[in-house]
């Protein structure tokens, strides 16, 4: 089954099972995964729905900047 295959299936699904109201979709926080631009340490931040751009503090170092 090819990649689009599946796509399709899948919203299909999801077109068939919203139509029954047996699910409810919500949007939720979103989690970044950024990496510090001084020490280069990895650091999972969660933004709330909507935002692009959340100011973080490394957690190695401490050094305070904004996601891109």
Same mark, same amino acid.
């Given at each position: 089954?090819? !990649?689009?295959?599946?796509?399709?299936?899948?919203?299909?699904? $999801?077109?068939?099972?919203?139509? !029954?109201?047996? $699910? #409810?979709?919500?949007?939720?926080?979103?989690? $970044?995964?950024? #990496?510090?631009?001084?020490?280069?340490?990895?650091?999972? $931040?969660?933004?709330?729905?909507?935002?692009?751009?959340? !100011?973080?503090?490394?957690?190695?170092?401490?050094? !305070?900047?904004?996601?891109?």
């Amino acid at each position: 089954m090819s !990649k689009q295959a599946m796509r399709e299936e899948a919203e299909r699904l $999801i077109r068939e099972t919203m139509e !029954k109201k047996n $699910i #409810v979709i919500k949007q939720g926080n979103t989690r $970044i995964e950024a #990496v510090c631009g001084k020490c280069g340490a990895p650091n999972r $931040i969660q933004a709330e729905k909507g935002q692009v751009r959340v !100011k973080f503090a490394c957690k190695q170092c401490g050094h !305070k900047q904004e996601t891109l």
